[in-house]
């Protein structure tokens, strides 16, 4: 299995500003993606986040507001970019290998004021 | 394109009895099907998966999950319910044809009520 340290867990900001949240695994994982979740609902795939190339979105998600990079094999960055109220949710990283489960991080928690 | 329904919003037990929760799923090929439970405030814990071999598939904290081909069903089962076990629970499909995504379901709230 791999343990997967998300941060920060979570944060408030203003609107009008850009957040970074960092996903780091303990070991070489294939896949690597971008969830959000309200709270007490199910998760919404923002994206897949590829090594050494451009993430690949999910309909209704954009590079320009939720930029990602993932320079290695165990680390990957969301940001979400220009906040305004509708992008408070939970943002969860997710990453497997091959084709075992996934595993998650322990989100983080976003309010915008 | 693969998905997983949840027909149950809520499922309350009383401790002690054995405890259900539903997901069917549609998928093209050989599915790929988990279970994962949400406690509040915290990220998704996988519990069990199916890929292939017997139908029955044990899991951790007690649980299992039955596969069932010709009703598209993978519910998710425990013979006797703990209050510990109210949470959150999501099936899941792996669709390896597009990208190994996994999608998850609308989840299934469950009150075990002492």
């Known amino acids: 299995s791999a343990v997967i340290s998300q941060k920060p867990s979570r944060d408030i900001c203003q609107r009008g500003t850009s957040l970074t949240i960092q996903c780091q695994v303990d070991?070489?994982?294939?896949?690597m993606f971008w969830y959000r979740q309200q709270p007490g609902q199910s998760l919404t795939l923002i994206a897949t986040?590829?090594?050494?190339?451009?993430?690949?979105?999910e309909s209704g998600f954009v590079i320009d507001k939720f930029p990602i990079s993932r320079p290695n094999l165990t680390f990957s960055t969301l940001t979400v970019s220009n906040m305004s109220p509708e992008d408070s949710s939970i943002y969860l990283c997710?990453?497997?290998?091959?084709?075992?489960?996934?595993?998650f991080g322990q989100g983080t928690r976003l309010t915008v004021v | 394109a693969q998905s997983v329904a949840q027909p149950e919003d809520q499922v309350n037990v009383a401790e002690g009895n054995p405890l259900t929760v539903k997901c069917t799923y549609s998928?093209?090929?050989?599915?790929?099907l988990f279970w994962y439970v949400q406690y509040p405030n915290r990220g998704l814990q996988f519990l069990l998966k199916?890929?292939?071999?017997?139908?029955l598939v044990k899991g951790s904290y007690g649980f299992e999950a039955e596969f069932n081909k010709s009703q598209t069903s993978f519910h998710l089962k425990k013979p006797t319910a703990l209050v510990s076990d109210s949470a959150l629970y999501f099936c899941?499909?792996?669709?390896?044809?597009?990208?190994?995504?996994?999608?998850f379901g609308s989840g299934t709230k469950l009150n075990v009520k002492p």
């Open positions: 899941a499909v792996r669709d390896l044809g597009n990208f190994n995504k996994f999608y």
């Open positions: 998928v093209s090929g050989n599915p790929y």
């Open positions: 070991s070489q994982v294939t896949m």
């Open positions: 199916y890929i292939t071999g017997d139908n």
């Open positions: 986040a590829n090594q050494g190339s451009e993430a690949t979105y």
């Open positions: 997710s990453a497997t290998t091959g084709n075992t489960e996934a595993f």
